[in-house]
């Protein structure tokens, strides 16, 4: 296949991208490597690659294989302007490892009061026992973060849109801030992908993905990585090395081919998401539509100007009712299961309660929220669905 130098489009970039030949060697796609020992033909050959950049270099299972490098290469080029990426056994793991490569003690992290609660509980559990204080900050704050930024202040981490309530933040405002203060900036940009939001072109330090949701796209497989802008790679594979962190040549695999149809599956989920968000918008029984791409919810005005698209996660929240009322719409659901996780092929329906989650915010709801994964099944059969749903929350009214 002849190389060329020319522009790609987000299709073709997830269909070829981390697919080198030496790698491929004539198969399509690049094989399993399983490995934990390397053997070499000589003592001197063992002492020689103890001194080498380990990079994309065979040295010891720990270090990767072709079959994570594959994978690691495909990320970074779905993110312009990168220098690498790094793959993780999970989403949290990966957040764990970006905020240790650029944290020390009497460090400050400051993360929105949106954020999803296992970050949340990295930076009052773990961090906080290493000496690194965490406050929280409103998602909206825009350039205002300039106000809450200290001396001692050394990372933001964004995640946008929020988790459970979907506020869309004002990135590029904070990362301008963050930048003129010498601040790295950490992006959970796993809602959006780099298809939806490039975070490296947006001037993000490190952006990361719970790989487990649209890259692997198929419920199967745990997986996290984090990608860096120049100048921040080498602390995060130093760090990522030190801490032990590796993904399985079969997960990585996985995700490998899970990549390769993701571009034509956001596209579903975007058309199904929107359809099932506008209808819901019509419902009486629903009081707010809590999707990026309404004019309804927080930050859609920062959407409209930053991405290219929306996911297929979204929240509404009824009108009036109680806990008994929402579980009784959410377990008569035929087509949605119920459980954690999302950006699978499957619908889900959760219950989820952000105020129990917030810090520096509150929220005023006219009744409980359910969030929705809208998956890849008919948006006809998932809309009759709801309708029942909210048929039975309605009925006992």
């Known amino acids: 296949m ?9 299709s073709t970039r997830v269909v070829t991208a981390g697919r080198r030949k030496e790698w491929t060697q004539g198969i ?4 399993v490597w399983r490995a934990s020992t390397i053997l070499y033909d000589s003592v001197a050959d063992l002492r020689e690659a103890g001194g080498r950049d380990t990079h994309h270099r065979l040295f010891y299972g720990r270090k990767g294989t072709p079959t994570q490098w594959s994978l690691a290469d495909a990320l970074t080029e779905l993110e312009p302007g990168a220098e690498g990426t790094f793959l993780y056994p999970s989403g949290v793991a990966a957040i764990a490892a970006a905020l240790l ?5 009497g460090d400050e992290l400051l993360l929105p009061d949106s954020a999803y609660d296992p970050t949340r509980a990295m930076g009052m559990g773990l961090l906080k026992r290493m000496g690194i204080t965490t406050r929280f900050y409103d998602p909206m704050i825009g350039a205002g973060i300039a106000d809450v930024i200290t001396d001692a202040t050394r990372a933001i981490l964004l995640e946008s849109p929020g988790s459970l309530t979907f506020d869309v933040q004002d990135i590029p405002a904070i990362v301008a ?32 993905l719970a790989c487990t949701k649209y890259i692997v796209g198929h419920s199967d497989v ?25 993904a399985s040549p079969d997960d990585s695999w996985l995700a490998s081919r899970g990549l390769r149809t993701m571009a034509i599956r956001l596209k579903q989920h975007q058309a199904s998401a929107l359809e099932i968000a506008h209808w819901l918008e019509q419902q009486p029984e629903v009081a707010t539509v809590l999707h990026p791409a309404l004019p309804c919810c927080p930050g859609h005005a920062h959407f409209l100007r930053d991405f290219k698209g929306s996911s297929g996660l979204f929240s509404f929240v009824l009108n009036g009712g109680g806990e008994a009322d929402r579980a009784r719409l959410i377990d ?11 950006g699978g092929f499957e619908s889900l329906a959760l219950p989820v309660d952000p105020q129990r989650h917030r810090s520096v915010t509150r929220r005023a709801d006219a009744g409980p929220l359910v969030r929705l994964q809208i998956g890849l099944e008919d948006p006809a059969d998932l809309i009759a669905d709801l309708a029942a749903g909210l048929a039975r929350f309605s009925a006992q009214q």
């Not at 002849?2 to 987000?10: F, L, N, V």
């Not at 008569?332 to 954690?340: A, N, Q």
């Open 2 to 10: 002849k190389k060329t130098d020319a522009p790609k489009g987000d």
């Open 28 to 31: 399509v796609n690049t094989p």
């Open 101 to 105: 490569s650029v944290l020390s003690p």
């Open 177 to 208: 801030v963050a930048k003129a203060r010498g601040i790295t900036t950490l992006l959970d940009n796993t809602w959006a992908t780099p298809l939806f939001f490039p975070a490296i072109a947006h001037g993000v330090d490190l952006t990361i």
């Open 222 to 246: 745990m997986l996290g990585s984090v990608t860096a802008a120049p100048g921040h790679f080498a602390r995060l594979r130093d760090t990522s090395f030190q801490l032990g962190q590796i």
């Open 332 to 342: 008569g659901l035929e087509h949605f299961g119920i459980g954690y996780s999302w």
